[in-house]
């Protein structure tokens, strides 16, 4: 298969709502190894918290999976899949799934996972696979399975609406972890392309393939011209205020495809419902900002933080509390207007 022509991706958007909501982890896991593991996977808190999104018009959530889970046990990985997306189908809510990611911890392992770090912004986050494989192509191999193993079970799922090949591809610098590569840039090319080659290997895949633009910065520039021309969707992150989001959708909307923000909404850096959600409703933009609730991944400190600043004046992402309350009651309003 090949990039989807326009007519065709245009005849997809007009079959879509328009699409608003969250990257999804539950409250109660600190990353994705411990939302999809069999001893952590918890889908009474899953269902609480999609109902919080359901009742403010939220209908995409973006998913993270892990390729560790998949060597670890494909079929009870899949069957935890099915019960999350049923769950949110029955809430009218469709999946975006991101399949790799080069943001944040690059060491990690399976089984319990770290409690948080105080007053840390995401300190459990992980890479898949993590760039010390994503260097090294004798590593590849086994991923190969996962790509095409998930792909080719939900390939005609109407419950899953995009699949996002590569969260932030380059991305090494980024988090607070020790082993950090400021480096990383261009290096992820090859396993990027080689991510790409077996997703589209995968015959009648119904779903559009994205890769998002997360910098303009010149070190992305070879990531970025790959990602243009190879998603079927324009997808970005823009936790920018709303002049520089508006300037950036302008720029993109030259390539004349659906656009998807999957990440926005930082409120300690001006990048608000308020202001930004109005501005991508305008231009047909779906919108997707991180964090639905707060809890373990401590995304309510802003990037950087510490325990010598405690607590922030401002929450820096997610919506709620785990009672289902709004972190900023305002925003139920901003909600109400779309």
């Given amino acids: ?56 018009g939220m209908n995409l959530m973006r998913v993270y999976l892990h390729d560790l889970l998949w060597d670890q046990d494909s079929k009870g990985l899949c069957e935890r899949i099915d019960q999350y997306l049923s769950i949110a189908d029955n809430l009218e809510i469709k999946t975006m799934f991101v399949l790799f990611d080069d943001c944040w911890n690059q060491n990690f392992s399976l089984g319990k996972q770290p409690d948080p770090k105080p007053y840390t912004h995401n300190s459990g986050w992980v890479q898949s696979p993590g760039v010390k494989v994503v260097n090294d192509s004798t590593k590849w191999p086994r991923l190969e399975k996962y790509v095409k193993g998930i792909l080719e079970r939900y390939k005609s799922d109407e419950r899953v609406a995009v699949w996002d090949l590569y969260n932030e591809p380059g991305n090494g610098k980024n988090g607070d972890d020790k082993g950090e590569d400021s480096n990383q840039g261009d290096r992820s090319l090859p396993f990027l392309k080689t ?37 079927d969707i324009i997808t970005f992150h823009s936790y920018d205020p709303p002049q520089q989001l508006a300037n950036k959708i302008n720029d993109l909307a030259q390539h004349n495809r659906p656009m998807i923000c999957t990440e926005y909404m930082a409120r300690g850096v001006g990048s608000t419902f308020e202001y930004c959600l109005p501005i991508m409703k305008k231009y047909n933009v779906g919108a997707i900002s991180w964090g639905l609730v707060a809890g373990k991944s401590q995304t309510t400190y802003p990037w950087k933080w510490n325990p010598s600043k405690g607590e922030p004046d401002i929450f820096f992402h997610d919506v709620f509390k785990p009672d289902g309350t709004f972190l900023y009651s305002n925003e139920e309003n901003i909600f109400k207007q779309l």
């Fill in 1 to 56: 298969m090949s990039v989807w022509s326009k007519q065709k991706v245009n005849d997809w958007q007009m079959e879509q709502p328009y699409f608003i909501g969250t990257n999804f982890y539950p409250s109660t896991a600190i990353n994705q190894l411990e939302m999809w593991q069999e001893d952590s996977f918890d889908p009474i808190t899953i269902k609480r918290e999609l109902e919080y999104a359901q009742k403010i």
């Fill in 195 to 231: 991510v790409y080659n077996w997703a589209r290997q995968v015959q009648g895949l119904a779903q559009p393939l994205t890769i998002g633009i997360w910098k303009l910065f010149k070190q992305y520039k070879e990531l970025n011209k790959f990602a243009l021309e190879s998603s």
